[in-house]
């Protein structure tokens, strides 16, 4: 665990600071064949940026609000404590709000937007893995990681190995950007990489919680994580947009569009 690099960078930070670059610099360059300008895309990066940190704290505060005593205390996001899946919520409807405004289709910035997204998630579950956050269950397994025994891991359940689920969901998320970019090649119809990531992200986070540590007021039925349960949300809109993406192609196809 490497909570700080050359004791001055927080590494979570920097994972994050270099997914945000990158996804910039990809959405840029992706959006070039859509002829929409840097400018444009930039703009709308710095939306994504900005509702996304709102809305992962925003999702946490709400799921744990047992846990602020003072109230204010929900706003010290510095002392951590953040769900990935209000950041998508809340960036995606962003989006949608300003390419809206500006009369540009949603769905083109989607699917330009979505392997950036999904890369970035790969890297700043590095940079979870550094901090010590978002660890797994007690394991025997090989592939167990001991942290160190002031790391959050251990301060919950001693100097014990724990299964790595912030490498299980970092290796998932470049798997699907791999995919992502792979299927555009043999089908790329409108909405389609934007529908592909809500369901193969869906599934790889349903997945990889089941190796992941949670508060036990974080489980629900079937003692599945609160987020598991909106994994299956995902999955199920993610495979409907697909659908109703698809037919509305041939539609247009049909109509000459």
Known sequence: MYPEIFGVVKSYGMMLAISFGLGMWLSVRRGRKY??????????????????????RL?????????FHPWYRAFFIWDGGLTLYGGIALSTFTVWYMTRRRGIPFLVVADIFSPGVILGIGITRIGCFLAGCCFGNP???????????????????????????????????????????VMERFSNYRGATFGRFLLLYGISRFLVDFSRYYEPEQIMQFGWSNNQWV????????????????????????AGV
């Open 35 to 56: 002829n929409l300008s840097p400018e444009t895309i930039m703009d709308l990066v710095f939306g994504v940026l900005v509702s996304s940190i709102v809305g992962v």
């Open 59 to 67: 999702m946490f505060v709400l799921t744990h609000l047992g846990d």
């Open 139 to 181: 394991t025997d397994c090989s592939c167990g990681i001991t942290f160190p025994v002031d790391a959050p891991a251990s301060l919950q359940f001693g100097h014990v190995s724990v299964l790595p689920s912030q490498i299980f969901a970092s290796a998932g998320g470049f798997t699907i950007f791999a995919l992502l970019l």
């Open 231 to 254: 994994s299956i949300g995902m999955m199920a809109v993610g495979l409907t947009a697909m659908i109703v993406f698809y037919h509305q192609d041939q539609k247009r196809e049909q």
